[in-house]
């Protein structure tokens, strides 16, 4: 891991003059000599700076032994110093001591210099697992654990509210704390962290300014072991780090509530004297000669490594590396540095080559690995060199794993010193990228591991290519999975990267601002799945305002609500980020604009129609292929929304089409199944049922091969209802949505359960229609009916403080499915019952059309409006059922009308199908007023029919569907025939239309031809 460089030059000047001393003293033949009598004793031993005894670290020792031994209390030991003040030797020694004592549980060493451990839910895991594998203590917590993985793994969670997520972490993350409580109040826990510094709080530029704070339940790896420290009992918790003033002054803040549970010490060099004590340490295998030159220049390596132990034991290790080259001709040799740090990592020297892949290899090297690197080593060898190094102070193993490290201090050296070229490096990190592309991917944690050892890899071999190639897509897959572990991995593996001092990359500079401009649009992004638009249109604005040149936004902004600072910050930022930077924003301001304002549709269109303008014009943009299509993918699916939303159906199902293509180009198969999941109800609401089939087929074998349970449930769901629309009365549909709802329920999923009982409410509604045809008896009917009036309140109660649109269904089927009910009873002669059901009937209308006009759901009020009149008619209120049929004309916008569709006919609209049944509605009214005249008005009775026919010409502008249309057109000959109208009028009628407005009437006359014993209507 890259880390702030703190190696000080001098350390290796001091390894070059004392190298210089001893070829001075002893020549250049005896001091050969004794470097190869050095190697012959590291045969057998791999390295002269072996892990021993501390030195002089007496007061910090005592200091953790009164930790441990302050039974029934929590004390928090945070250790704080340079690279290589030994903090990690010193939590292996509290080991040795913790594990000496019975009473004592030692948990381990969770390093945070690996980034999968920056993440509450993994050191919850880590820690579980090392004190406690029978679990006997965290029941309740691996039960909720196990089913927040279960909702998960089954895409519950994509379709969940943000706010709902956060609050199950916040609970795991409680329940954490009380199991790890009900532990210790048996047994004395230790628990120790080291690389503190790596998990820093990580507020990124956007946060800052504008001030956009991390939910509760979204706590980062710092701020959750400051809660364990304050909260844990009886519970010893060992921190290591280097200097953080503000983490030190969170810790110490703790003793305000609880004095002296927080002890914070400064682990500093060694003195001088222990300097020199350590060197005889280190030096008891060496020639004497060389140990006691090293011996008598104590001073001089204690001034040139401040006495950090870890760089004593590098001075002692690069000085008996037999630098040949290193001869008294050579004094003025400008590259001697790197030369002497060649020698330690010599990749050509075979007792050295595993030094300089673990100096490369920085997510840690296996035998594995190392073979997979040298060929020319079998395994058995890998495992053996490996094994050799394991115990040197300058390497570091895993808990509980088989990977070594490098201490930090050689990382820094081989950046600083070693000549090997930036070619040479990224060759070899393209071999370990490729290691890891090639890894067993098939368990979840493999794959994370995989693709986080790849990002790193690769952003050391083109950052800006790896940030576009495999942060963007991953982390994309990360936040909308809920994959908050790997979500908080990726983005600190990038955070570390730019905390490097050696990146070297050509492309280093761009990377700070591009990685900003990632996360403005990832913070919109952010708050659109947290619903709170408001501020996701208030932070979009305000980024387009650096736009100056109002190239992306033609209107006015609102003037900059920030501090000078913040603006002189963001505005390199933000003016000068790319094309693709400015699409990603439109796409995700305009989804905001279409949940919250209520600015005009077409300004919301125009904004999205902007978004695709400016990706494809990156079509030849290779850098952004992935990213551009998803976008393009995305803004053609909000835009089939919005149109869906506002009952432009043909629209919506043209850009969800649209949709499709750039999914599928991206092989985004989630979102492409969402999408084919939509545009199939689409199709199905325009009668192209056959379409509609496919579609929602395609969209579930996607999500089959996903395995995600909750989207299959939802294909489940739609088929059923296509199926139902196609035929009300079969059960096929209804076996859909029954399975639907059982996978709902046993993922419990109120939001899916919801949805599948308007589903089955609907369906069963339709079913119990069939009395009226003889298709079912009465009985049964009823039987449907109640089962209905389940479903429906059990979605009604679901939805009443969720989705308007989804309650609005259920209180509408619910007016629909008692005036129904009513209806049957009234057949039955059942007149109380029936005079029940129809004031239910009308208070479920009443309630469904307020909720449409507070929630501003135009063409639900219509719809709404037109059962009203249906319930009218049946209690024969013709008076009301006039007057809710022009409260319902007038919601329709005026250019939705024959004459108009002749010129320019907007076909797909809800609108016309509206028109249609308000047109039917309004003829049979005519004819049933006409009839109540005595004598009967032949105009009103004209007038009548008039409307029932002109009603087809609205259908067929809303659909071109033959099917659909045939199945209208034997719906208005079979009223018209039920009303006794004489073919000859209804002949009259019909040719009259025809002249008059000029549309193809062939599916209609057929119809009306069977209907009256083919009579000719031409």
């Known amino acids: 891991m890259d880390l702030t460089a703190n190696l000080p030059p001098q350390l290796v000047d001091i390894v070059i003059d004392l190298t210089k001393k001893i070829i001075s003293e002893y020549g250049p033949v005896v001091a050969k000599k004794l470097w190869e009598q050095a190697q012959q004793v590291k045969i057998q031993k791999p390295s002269f700076a072996i892990k021993g005894n501390l030195v002089d670290r007496e007061p910090v020792i005592r200091a953790i032994k009164a930790a441990l031994n302050a039974r029934g209390n929590t004390r928090v030991i945070y250790l704080c110093g340079s690279g290589g003040a030994g903090k990690t030797r010193l939590l292996e020694e509290s080991k040795i001591i913790a594990s000496s004592k019975s009473s004592l549980y030692w948990a381990g060493i969770f390093d945070l210099y690996h980034t999968d451990l920056h993440n509450p839910f993994r050191l919850q895991s880590a820690i579980i697992e090392s004190l406690n594998p029978g679990r006997q203590y965290f029941t309740d917590y691996w039960e909720k654990r196990e089913l927040f993985e279960r909702k998960r793994g089954d895409g519950v969670f994509t379709s969940s509210s943000d706010a709902a997520v956060q609050s199950e972490i916040a609970t795991l993350n409680q329940l954490f704390i009380d199991a790890l409580n009900q532990f210790t109040s048996r047994h004395r826990v230790v628990l120790a962290f080291d690389t503190l510094e790596n998990v820093g709080e990580e507020l990124d530029l956007i946060q800052q300014v504008f001030k956009l704070e991390t939910v509760k339940g979204s706590l980062s790896a710092r701020q959750w072991l400051l809660d364990l420290c304050r909260e844990a009992r009886n519970t010893v918790i060992l921190l290591a780090g280097r200097p953080n003033v503000e983490l030190k002054s969170d810790l110490e ?119 997979y690197l040298e060929r020319r080593w079998s395994k058995e060898e890998c495992v053996k060199r490996l094994t050799d190094v394991e115990n040197l102070t300058l390497i570091k193993k895993r808990h509980g794993e088989n990977e070594l490290f490098l201490h930090d201090a050689l990382y820094e050296m081989f950046d600083e010193f070693a000549p090997y070229s930036q070619e040479e490096k990224i060759y070899w990190n393209q071999r370990l990228r490729e290691y890891y592309q090639n890894s067993n991917k098939e368990e979840q944690l493999h794959w994370e591991k995989s693709i986080v050892n790849i990002l790193y890899y690769d952003l050391r071999c083109d950052c800006l290519q790896a940030f576009y190639r495999n942060f963007t897509r991953w982390s994309e897959i990360a936040i909308k999975g809920y994959e908050i572990e790997l979500d908080s991995q990726l983005r600190n593996e990038i955070f570390i990267y730019l905390r490097s001092n050696h990146r070297n990359d050509i492309n280093s ?378 409260e319902c004309r007038a919601l329709i916008p005026p250019e939705f009308n024959l004459t108009a569709a002749r010129n320019e006919p907007y076909r797909g609209e809800i609108y016309w199908f509206s028109l249609a049944k308000i047109q039917m509605r309004e003829g049979m009214m005519r004819i049933w007023t006409a009839r109540q005249n005595t004598p009967r008005d032949i105009l009103q009775v004209a007038d009548g029919i008039q409307c029932l026919l002109n009603s087809f010409m609205y259908f067929s502008l809303y659909s071109e569907q033959q099917v659909f249309l045939e199945k209208r057109a034997q719906e208005i000959a079979a009223t018209l025939k039920t009303l006794e109208i004489p073919g000859e009028l209804v002949g009259d009628t019909f040719r009259q239309i025809i002249e008059e407005h000029g549309f193809n009437l062939s599916i209609l006359r057929l119809a009306l031809s069977k209907e009256y014993n083919y009579e000719k209507f031409s």
Request: proline share 3%.
């Open 253 to 371: 803040r703790i003793n305000t509530i609880d004095i002296g549970r927080v002890e914070s010490i400064s682990v500093e060099g060694l003195t001088q004297s222990d300097t020199s004590d350590l060197l005889t340490v280190y030096t008891r295998n060496a020639p004497r000669p060389i140990a006691k030159l090293l011996s008598q220049n104590a001073i001089n390596i204690w001034q040139a490594t401040k006495g950090l132990p870890v760089h004593v034991a590098l001075t002692v290790e690069l000085i008996l590396q037999t630098p040949d080259f290193l001869s008294t001709r050579q004094n003025n040799d400008p590259e001697l540095e790197r030369k002497v740090v060649r020698a330690f990592f010599d990749s050509e020297k075979p007792d050295r080559r595993h030094l300089f892949f673990l100096a490369l290899a920085r997510k840690g090297l296996t035998p594995d690995l190392l073979n």
């Open 509 to 886: 500079d761009a990377m700070n601002a591009v990685f900003n401009q990632d996360n403005a649009i990832r913070w919109v992004k952010r708050l659109n799945r947290r619903s709170q638009y408001k501020q996701a249109i208030e932070v979009a604005e305000i980024l387009f305002a650096f736009d100056t040149n109002k190239r992306f936004l033609n209107y006015h902004l609102p003037v900059i609500d920030l501090s000078e600072n913040d603006k002189n910050v963001l505005e390199p930022i933000i003016s000068t980020a790319p094309p693709i930077f400015w699409a990603s924003l439109l796409t995700y301001y305009g989804e905001a604009l279409t949940y919250l304002t209520k600015q005009s549709e077409s300004q919301i269109e125009t904004v999205l129609t902007k978004a695709i303008d400016e990706l494809n014009d990156l079509s030849f943009d290779r850098q952004h292929d992935w990213l551009r299509d998803r976008l393009l993918g995305y803004t053609h699916d909000r835009l089939g929304y919005l149109a869906r939303v506002n009952g432009h159906y043909k629209n919506a199902s043209e850009y969800y089409h649209q949709a499709l293509q750039f999914y599928k180009d991206a092989e985004i198969l989630d979102e492409y199944a969402f999408t084919q999941n939509n545009l199939a109800f689409v199709l199905a609401l325009l009668g192209d049922v056959v379409g509609a089939k496919a579609a929602a087929e395609d969209a579930l074998t996607k999500r089959l091969e996903l395995g995600q349970r909750y989207p299959i449930a939802l294909s489940y769901n739609t088929r059923g209802l296509i199926r139902a629309l196609e035929n009300s009365g079969s059960l096929d549909g209804q076996r859909d949505c029954e399975l639907a709802l059982s996978i709902f329920e046993e993922i419990n999923t109120p939001r899916g359960i919801g949805l599948a009982c308007n589903a089955l409410g609907f369906i069963l509604r339709k079913r119990g229609e069939g009395w009226t045809l003889g298709q079912c008896t009465p009985e049964q009917a009823k039987q449907w009916y109640t089962k209905a009036e389940e479903y429906f309140e059990r979605a009604k109660e679901i939805f009443k403080d969720g989705e308007k649109i989804r309650l609005w269904e259920a209180l509408n089927e619910l007016g629909c499915l008692n005036r129904d009910w009513a209806c049957l009873l009234k057949f039955l002669q059942d007149e109380e019952g029936s005079r029940i059901k129809f004031k239910q009937a009308k208070g479920f209308q009443e309630q469904a059309l307020v909720l449409a006009q507070e929630s501003n759901m135009r063409f639900q009020q219509v719809d709404t409006l037109d059962d009203v009149v249906e319930l009218s008619l049946d209690l024969g209120d013709f008076e009301q059922a006039r007057q809710k049929l022009e």
